[in-house]
């Protein structure tokens, strides 16, 4: 038995409720390793599983975290059905941990199949910072986006943890890229990640149908291939129809919800929602377009598929996150409202 802290939640519905919790944890059950967590990767799913609007949150008692990464330190007994824990990886291995809850913690056990080995030149915080991000790039753009090169590709919140590296992976498969962000002070990050100024829109919900149509103009393309979307919310549509034909608009997540207290508004939220996007699906046809939606936690339930989209990913875009903050372990509950912030840029990484 290894004592280990954890951040838990007593129930999803309001960040104040975090707390630290030292617990004991039982040997590495069949087809797991116990892992010593020196990086947890933070993702924003964590904060709305935190206020209880993410379906995939546990119910009662549930520890977040999607991700981390630290050293194998012992392997429990061979899996039900002959296969061996520890036939991908050993004792004192790197790994990356992709975990379907439960990353917020000192020690965990976690089913080998979802362990990456670290690539030799990335520290533990680099390893904390890809998976998760880097998945949802590739699964998003590539597997369902079907991304070519010579394509015009809107990357919304581009500066973000998956922003930045949809940004690498589009500019890595040969496509043109517009990135959008919420504030101005986040430019400069773009710029350093091969983005020109011109590349980059402000977002400005007053005008932002003219924003698009200038980021186009000035590219000389007709529209979008493909819009990669994590807001929903007002931008939704100008982009939409501005898909050229073929076009793809892939939906993955909603930040425009994101409550800005520790607990939700729910008035607010209730009528964000009355005037959520609506769009007719036979424009669709009309105009040859298309759109997508995906929750990455699938992928999680289909194991089988994890190592060949980790590889994908890697070969697509092999270098490390940026890391835009780290905190200590003790300072989770600071390190989740930086992120709900909304300003932070990258990915936010603790270490235990
Ligand atoms: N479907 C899936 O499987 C899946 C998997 C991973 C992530 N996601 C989604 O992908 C998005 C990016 O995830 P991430 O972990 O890399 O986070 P992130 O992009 O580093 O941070 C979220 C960003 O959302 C933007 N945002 C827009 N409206 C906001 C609001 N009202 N409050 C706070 N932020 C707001 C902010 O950037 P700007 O203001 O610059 O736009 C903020 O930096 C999130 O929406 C997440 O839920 C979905």
Redesign the pocket.
């Known amino acids: 038995m290894t004592t280990r802290r954890v951040w838990q939640m007593p129930s999803a519905g309001s960040l104040e409720r975090l707390a630290q919790v030292t617990e004991d944890l039982p040997p590495p059950g069949p087809g797991e390793a116990r892992v010593r967590v020196e990086a947890i990767g933070l ?3 964590d904060v ?1 599983a935190s206020l209880g609007l993410y379906s995939a949150t546990p119910p009662g008692a549930f520890v977040p975290g999607l991700e981390c990464a630290g050293i194998v330190e012992a392997l429990g007994p061979p899996r039900a059905g002959g296969e061996a824990a520890g036939t991908a990886v050993a004792l004192g291995d790197r790994v990356m941990v992709l975990t379907r809850f439960g990353g917020y913690a000192t020690a965990l056990n976690a089913d080998t199949r979802y362990l990456v080995p670290i690539p030799s030149d990335w520290t533990m915080t680099q390893g904390a910072a890809y998976l ?2 880097a998945l ?1 790039a590739w699964y998003g753009l590539v597997h369902l986006g079907a991304l070519a090169p010579g394509q015009v590709v809107l990357i ?2 581009a ?5 930045l590296r949809a940004v690498a992976m589009a500019r890595a498969s040969g496509a043109s890229v517009i990135g ?4 101005a002070d ?1 430019v400069p990050v773009l710029e350093g990640h091969g983005l020109a100024r011109g590349q980059v829109i402000v ?1 400005d919900a007053a005008r932002f149908a003219a924003q698009l149509d200038a980021a186009l103009a000035a590219i000389g393309a007709p529209g979008f291939d493909l819009v990669f979307d ?2 929903a919310g007002p931008f939704f549509l100008p982009a939409l129809v501005r898909l050229a034909p073929e076009g793809r608009h892939v939906l ?5 919800f ?1 409550p ?1 207290g520790a607990r939700p508004n729910w008035l607010r939220l209730a009528w964000q929602y009355l005037r959520r996007p609506r769009l007719d699906p036979m424009k669709l046809i009309d105009k040859n377009r298309s759109v997508m939606g ?4 699938w992928l999680f339930e289909h194991a089988e598929r994890l190592p060949a989209s980790a590889v994908a990913a890697l070969a697509l875009s092999p270098t490390p996150a940026h890391i835009g903050a780290r905190f200590p372990f003790e300072e989770m509950p600071r390190a989740l409202r930086a ?6 840029t990258g990915k936010v990484v603790v270490e235990p």
């Not at 500066?159 to 922003?163: K, R």
């Not at 959008?180 to 504030?183: D, I, K, M, S």
């Not at 992120?339 to 932070?344: A, E, H, I, N, P």
């Open positions: 993702n924003f799913a709305f998760v991000q949802t919304h919140s500066a973000g943890g998956v922003g959008t962000v919420g504030h986040k977002r994590a807001l993955y997540g909603a930040a425009d994101m800005s995906f929750n990455l936690i992120l709900q912030s909304g300003r932070t």
